[in-house]
């Protein structure tokens, strides 16, 4: 089988997750890493002493020997380098969003479906085996037609304001895009209406704590609440993050604590309870499936950039929603505390 040469540009949290998992896999050869930070090439430089480093990522664009790039930086210098990717013929793993911005994602999705190259974006969820036995269970008619999806994704471990992705945007846009991506995959329709409603907590400028709901084009209700803070303070953290799939028959109740993912199938014909590992962010599927998409030509069921741009679009027309009548509640002082607690705790990890 051939052995695939990836360079990957940006060594930050996702970066350093991929290149680990790279490195591991012997469908790959994690050739060469591009960060403008010299202590992440320095680590990098452990996973393989003959990785090529390099500061600027023109090096890697240019390197003919390599067949995929992974783009990993924050999403307003992604445009540039998956562009400048699909004209030197390199296939490409990218992070989500594609772009910081609509019209930047929108003109880089026609790039991308003109291109004979592959590019999958990180929609990690289409990469869970909960979600795809989840759905073959819908498919064997457990629970009748589909009818409604609640999903909730609300913890303390995401960003606070000011601690990063500012291209990317609050939590409903940035993390909230994967749930909104997933109701549209599980629907198998688009979206047609909704509400939302937010709320300005600690008089911050953007509401960290979203709920939207309503309905696609077939009739699928939704409702999905996505928040970073959920007790931020709380001396003990607790997440409530996980979906409702109703049915006109049955229901499937999921739920999820980052680390195990327990199922509840209440089926016409089958009770079960299971339970299996979170895996994190999946990368090890994604770059097994985007390998195998290489070797056949074409797209095994890899989480592609329309879809990406479409939860990215909805996810932030819903964003903007909320945003125009969020209430504020609780004050600045709040964010500092927080900020100051999660600066500890980082200290106490390292
Ligand atoms: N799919 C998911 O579940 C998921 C989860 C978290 C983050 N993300 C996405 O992954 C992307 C990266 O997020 P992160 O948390 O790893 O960010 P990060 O800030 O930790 O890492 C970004 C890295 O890119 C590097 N960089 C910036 N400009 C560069 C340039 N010109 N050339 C080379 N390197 C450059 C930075 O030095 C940094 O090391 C974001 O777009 C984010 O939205 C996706």
Redesign the pocket.
């Known amino acids: 089988m051939k052995r695939y040469r990836i360079g990957i ?8 997750g991929y290149a680990r998992v790279l490195a591991a896999n012997p469908r790959w050869e994690l050739a060469a890493a ?4 010299p202590e ?1 090439l320095q680590w990098a430089a452990t996973l393989n002493p003959a990785l090529r480093l390099t ?3 023109d090096d890697l664009l240019r390197d003919p020997t390599l067949d995929a790039l992974g783009l ?4 307003d ?2 445009p540039r ?1 998956l562009s400048a990717a699909l004209r030197h013929g390199k296939h490409v793993i990218a ?3 594609i772009a910081a911005t609509l019209p930047e994602e929108q003109a880089l999705l026609a790039e991308i479906e003109a291109s004979p190259c592959l590019v999958a974006v ?3 969820n289409r990469n869970a085996w909960y979600h795809h036995e989840m759905q073959a269970f819908i498919r064997r008619g457990e629970i009748g037609h589909l009818a409604a999806l609640i999903i909730s994704h609300q913890a303390a471990g995401g960003l606070m304001p000011t601690e ?2 500012q ?2 945007g609050p939590p409903f846009h ?2 909230g895009m ?1 749930y909104v991506d997933v109701a549209r995959w599980y629907a198998e329709s688009e979206y047609d209406r909704w509400d939302a409603q937010g709320v300005r907590l600690w008089a911050w400028k953007d509401p960290w704590w979203v709920t939207a709901h309503g309905a696609f084009r077939n009739g699928v209700a939704f409702n999905i609440t996505q928040s970073f803070a959920y007790g931020q303070l709380a001396k003990d953290k607790v997440v409530r993050c996980g979906m409702d799939v109703i049915g006109a028959l049955g229901v499937i109740r999921m739920s999820h604590d980052f680390s195990q993912v327990t199922i509840e199938y209440h089926g016409v014909n089958t009770t079960e309870r299971k339970v299996g590992p979170y895996g994190g ?1 999946k990368l090890d599927v994604l770059c097994e499936k985007f390998a195998a998409s290489l070797d056949a030509g074409r797209s095994l069921d890899l989480p592609l950039a329309r879809d990406s741009v479409v939860a990215s679009a909805v996810s932030q027309a819903m964003l903007d929603q909320a945003t125009r009548h969020a209430p504020v509640v609780g004050a600045p002082e709040e964010l500092e505390r927080i900020l100051a607690h999660r600066r500890e705790l980082r200290r106490a990890r390292s």
């Open positions: 540009i940006g060594l930050g949290a996702m970066g350093s591009c960060d403008l930070r992440r500061q600027d990522a990993f930086t924050l999403a210098i992604r380098l992070e989500k969003p990180n929609l990690f990063g992705h291209p990317e940035d993390c994967h962010k």
